[in-house]
Structure formats: C-alpha cells, structure tokens
C-alpha cells in the first residue's frame, strides 16, 4: 500500500512538472505584437505663417515749436481735441506785425491805384498824338484850360494836406512823448533825464535816457520849423517829418522794451505798471498813424503834382500846331509813359514783398497743425513766454496707425512686401481679429538680445475706431498659401545623414517600406508638403510602438 502511494506522488510530480515546462515554453516562445501609428496622406491647403508679437504707432507724431521766443496770448485746445491739418493751435503776441502788414498792404494798395492813373495817363497821351496829327478847336483847348485849373486846384490842396498832415506829426509826437512818457522820468526836458524806475538792461536804460534828451531837442525845433514850411521844398519838409517820426517811434519801441520788463515791486503796483504799458501802446498806434497819415499824403501829393504837369503838358500839346516836332515830342512823352507804368508794376511787386515779409513773420508767431489728428500734449499757457524751439504741443495722425514688429533672421527669407497678417490685440483678446498688410521690411539688421532682427511695418486694411496707439498685437503673419497639395505631419520625417528624408509607409500584412521623400513648405498644424516620394492615400507611419 505505502509503495502504491509513493508511486502516484511521484506520478503526481511528473505531470506537474511537465505542464510547467510546457507553460514557460508558452510564454517565452511566443511572438512580439508591434502597434503601427499612421496619418494618411491627403491633399490639403497649407498655410505658411510666421508668429510675432508687435506695437501699434501712429504713422505721424509730430512735435511743434515756435521758430521764434515770445509771449503766448491764444491757445485754441487741450489734451484729446481732435483737429484738421492747418489749424490754428497756438499763438504768440504779433500786434506790432499786424501793423506792419496794415501798413504793407496799404502800400500794395496805393502802388496799384498809382499804376491805374499811369495806365489812364498812357491812354490819354496816345489819345494826345492822334489828335495833334488831326488838329485840335478853341473849343477843346478851352477844357483843356479848365483842366489845368483844376489840377492846379488839386495840386495847391495836396500841398496844404501835406502841411496838416505834417504839423499833426508833430501834435502827435509831442503828445506820445511830453503827455505819455514823461510820467516815467524825473526832469524828462532837461539834460538830464532819469528813468523812475530800475532797467534790468544797463545799455536799455542809457538808450531811452539819452534818447529822451534827442527827442527833446528835436521836438523843440520841430515845433518852430512849423510856422515856417517851405512849401517849394516840401520834398524835403516831409523827408525831415518822416526822419523825427522814425527816431520817435524807435524811442517808443525802447520804452516798450523797459516797460515790458518792469515787474510788481513796493514802489510800482500792477495798476501803475499796466497804465506804463497802456500810454507806450497809444503812443505807438498815435505815432504808427501819423507815419501812415504823413506817407498817404506824400502819394497825394506826388499824385496831384503829376496830373497838373500831365494837364498843362496836354494844353501844351492841344496849343501847338500839328507839327512834326509836336508830333515826336508827343510820341516820346508816351514812352515816358510806358516806362512809368513798367516803373510801376515793380514799385507794386516790391510792396507785395513786403506783405509777404509781414505774413513770413506773423507765420512764426502762429503755430499750426501740420496733420490731422489728436492732441497728445499742451503746455502752453496764456500769458507765458516761450523760447524759440521749446516743444509745447504734440499731435498724432488721427486715423493713420500702423504696427511695428521684430522679425527673426530665421523667418525673415519668408516675407515679403504684402503678406497678409491676422492679429489680436491684448486689449480685447484672441476672439477680437483685424487684419493687416506688411508694407515695409528695414534691409538692415538689428541686434535684439544677440539675435539678429529685422523691424517690419505694417498697416491695417481697414480703420477701426478701437485701435488706439501704444496697443500690443499678436501676429500671424501668411507668407506662403498653398492650394490642393499632400501633405503629411512633420514628424513624420526621419532625417539621416545630413540632408537626406525619409519616410515609412505602411503597407498590407504590416509590411513597412521606407521612402526618401522631397519636403515643400511647413504649414500651419505641423503639416509638411510633399513634392515626391509620397502618394496620396498612402499610410505614413508616425511612431511605432511594441506590445
């Protein structure tokens, strides 16, 4: 019985063992699973973009100045205001040169009317010769008569305006400077006149002291020429005028100066200070328009002197008989006039040239928008004086904005002038898109953080109210769209050996075949272009993994 057991223990054992054998063999012997992960080749659009990150600026930001010092006494906006290209900003005080351009214009004015007169004197002496070659009747010599009696009249009433005009220079001189200075100086018509205040500029206040002393002197023997006038040199009568007038009007200018400086002190309220700065102003206009009164006269007279010898010339003319000598002489006093009337049309332009001086300077105390846009900075104040080039007012383009960005050494080979971009700007997130066009590529490199960057421009298609200066954009720009090509993933792509592709393609029972293959562009999902090696519809592997 023991030997029974013993004998089926032992076959037990056998039996086990050989059932563990055949497992292990099982399972050691049995083949590896190999998972294949492929993407199929298909015909696509790809779209080649390259990611940037840039700024929005506006096209024009410009800085302005005045191109000369002054006082400021108009400013027309603030911070924010919209405005139109050449409008006015800013302007410095310009009352002196708004007289000068008064004055210049009248000039151009009576220049002109002069040129009329000769234009009809010129017709008249034409007129002149066909008479003398007909003859001339009683009857029209006796209004020619009557003409010069006439002229004579006007001639004799320009030469009293003259005189008026003359001792109402001196009235208001005498006035400007006894009446409207002298309260400034101690013993103002003595030798010794003494400005009652302080003048910060030594050489200012010896000029209006000394020129105090002259003009003294100047009006004294002014006022006793005027009983006096010789009206046979009244030439040189208004010559002499004119000259007192001009020092008078350069003392006042140097007063102006004093005054102008003079400042709130113990000894000078703001009351007496702005009545200096009130006389000094009527005194000039006062002495301005005696100059102007004086000059108006002078043109009359000229004007009244040359009619009368233009009518006596045709009396002249309309007595003596139709003679050859008549006749010559007649044709050259038309030359003479032709001569007045080229003299005169110069005389007009020189007048012109003034006023364009005039409005040249009044142009420098006027500051004007060169663009349309947005005040981004004023500080300008009323009252304040500026220096010649101190920037007070800035202005960007209203609605010219464009991006500025860095673009890469690696990408730059891709983009070129007119590549569409799609952006988002930060201030209102990706779902916000605009779009924009490349429109300049700097030929230069810039060094940002030791890489090379070129800084590329572009504008938006399109205006947008939202877009502000100063704003972040994220780009993508498309610098190549390609239509219906195949295209596999970029992992896809085994490199070896350099510069050689491959690629492995699936193909029944699980049998892998590899492919050298010729890549295109890299689009957009990193998805590759396949030029050669690949046909569409084929099972390109992309990993492997073993089970």
Same mark, same amino acid.
């Given at each position: ?213 002259? @003009?003294?002197?100047?009006?004294? =023997?002014?006022?006793? /020429? &005027?009983?006096?006038?010789? +009206? !046979?040199? *009244?030439?040189?009568? $208004? ?108 005389? @007009?332009?020189?007048?012109?040239? =003034?006023?364009?001086? /005039? &409005?040249?300077?009044?142009? +420098? !105390?006027? *500051?004007?928008?060169? $663009? ?114 195949? =295209? ?60």
């Amino acid at each position: 019985m023991k030997k029974l057991l013993k004998k089926k223990k032992l076959t037990f054992g056998i039996i086990v063992s050989i059932l563990i054998v055949i497992l292990a063999f099982y399972f050691f012997t049995k083949d590896e699973t190999i998972e294949y992960n492929f993407s199929i080749a298909e015909r696509q659009d790809l779209i080649q973009e390259i990611s940037a990150t840039g700024r929005i600026k506006a096209v024009d930001d410009v800085d302005l100045a005045f191109e000369k010092s002054g006082r400021i006494n108009k400013i027309n906006v603030e911070v924010g205001d919209k405005v139109y290209k050449g409008q006015i900003l800013a302007e410095i005080e310009s009352d002196e040169i708004y007289a000068e351009l008064a004055q210049a214009r009248a000039g151009v004015a009576s220049a002109e009317a002069k040129l009329q007169q000769f234009e009809a004197i010129l017709e008249k002496e034409k007129s002149d010769l066909e008479t003398l070659k007909i003859g001339t009747r009683e009857e029209e010599i006796l209004i020619y008569q009557s003409k010069v009696t006439n002229a004579e009249a006007i001639y004799n009433a320009s030469i009293q305006n003259v005189i008026d005009n003359i001792e109402d220079a001196y009235t208001k001189s005498d006035d400007a400077v006894r009446n409207k200075t002298d309260i400034m100086f101690k013993d103002p018509r003595t030798s010794n006149p003494q400005i009652v205040f302080s003048v910060n500029n030594s050489q200012l206040e010896n000029d209006v002291e000394w020129g105090r002393f002259l @003009i003294e002197q100047q009006l004294i =023997a002014w006022n006793s /020429s &005027l009983n006096d006038i010789d +009206k !046979n040199s *009244l030439y040189e009568e $208004i010559t002499n005028s004119k000259n007192k007038l001009d020092e008078i009007k350069s003392f006042l200018e140097n007063m102006a100066s004093a005054v102008n400086n003079l400042s709130v002190s113990s000894g000078f309220s703001q009351t007496t200070i702005d009545g200096y700065k009130t006389n000094i102003y009527t005194a000039r206009t006062n002495v301005n328009t005696a100059i102007t009164n004086l000059s108006s006269a002078k043109e009359k007279f000229n004007t009244s002197h040359t009619s009368l010898l233009v009518a006596k010339n045709e009396l002249a003319l309309k007595q003596a008989a139709n003679t050859p000598e008549a006749i010559n002489s007649q044709k050259a006093t038309i030359k003479q006039a032709e001569a007045n009337i080229i003299s005169q049309k110069a005389e @007009i332009d020189l007048k012109k040239s =003034a006023v364009q001086a /005039s &409005l040249a300077k009044l142009s +420098k !105390n006027t *500051l004007k928008s060169p $663009i349309a846009g947005t005040i981004t900075k004023q500080k300008a104040q009323v009252g304040v004086i500026v220096s010649s080039g101190e920037i007070i007012i800035s202005v960007i383009s209203q609605s010219d904005l464009e991006i500025e960005t860095n673009i890469v050494e690696a990408d730059i080979a891709y983009l070129k002038i007119g590549n569409k971009a799609k952006l988002s700007l930060d201030a209102y997130g990706e779902d916000v898109i605009f779009e924009a066009e490349v429109i300049k590529i700097d030929p230069a490199a810039s060094l940002i953080e030791g890489v090379a960057n070129y800084k590329t421009t572009l504008e938006f298609i399109e205006s947008d109210e939202r877009i502000r200066s100063g704003m972040t954009a994220d780009l993508d720009i498309v610098t190549l769209e390609l239509k219906d090509v195949i =295209a596999i993933p970029y992992r896809a792509i085994i490199f070896r050996n350099g510069s050689e592709r491959i690629v492995r393609i699936l193909k029944e029972n699980n049998l892998v075949e590899e492919s050298a293959v010729e890549i295109g562009i890299i689009g957009n999902g990193s998805l590759v272009e396949i030029i050669s090696g690949v046909n569409e519809g084929d099972k390109v592997i992309t990993s492997i993994k073993n089970n």
